[in-house]
């Protein structure tokens, strides 16, 4: 059985920062797409990035493109979301995601594409 689990979220300013960590279990983790979703209060979950099983492919959300870096530990089995020059826009429910199947690229952009899911992690940013 795939878990996901979520943690690294808080409170923090504006401009700073937070590493999200998602630890995997149940598969084999290298196997599979990654990505982290966000969704604020009253909104739809939307990608925040993705990375592919052959970790040097990721996909950045527009609005976190040079202050946002996905990276995984295949070793570890855990995928990480460096979160710097944070602003009130981020604060939202992160939430972790792994595919169905086995390999493909980075441009699974929606929650459809996924089927294993965290639990959130809560990130708030103060201004």
């Known amino acids: 059985q795939v878990q996901l689990v979520e943690s690294g979220g808080g409170l923090v300013q504006a401009g700073g920062s937070l590493r999200l960590s998602c630890a995997a279990s149940?598969?084999?983790?290298?196997?599979?797409?990654m990505a982290w979703f966000r969704q604020a209060p009253g909104k739809e979950r939307n990608v925040v990035a993705t990375?592919?099983?052959?970790?040097?492919?990721?996909h950045y959300a527009d609005s976190v493109k040079g202050r946002f870096a996905i990276s995984r530990d295949n070793v570890k089995n855990t995928v990480y979301l460096q979160m710097d020059n944070l602003n009130p826009e981020d604060t939202a429910v992160y939430y972790c995601a792994q595919r169905l199947n086995p390999y493909g690229g980075d441009s699974y952009l929606t929650p459809d594409d996924y089927a294993y899911w965290g639990q959130g992690t809560q990130v708030t940013v103060s201004s």
């Open positions: 990375i592919s099983w052959n970790p040097g492919r990721t």
């Open positions: 149940g598969r084999t983790f290298r196997m599979y797409v």
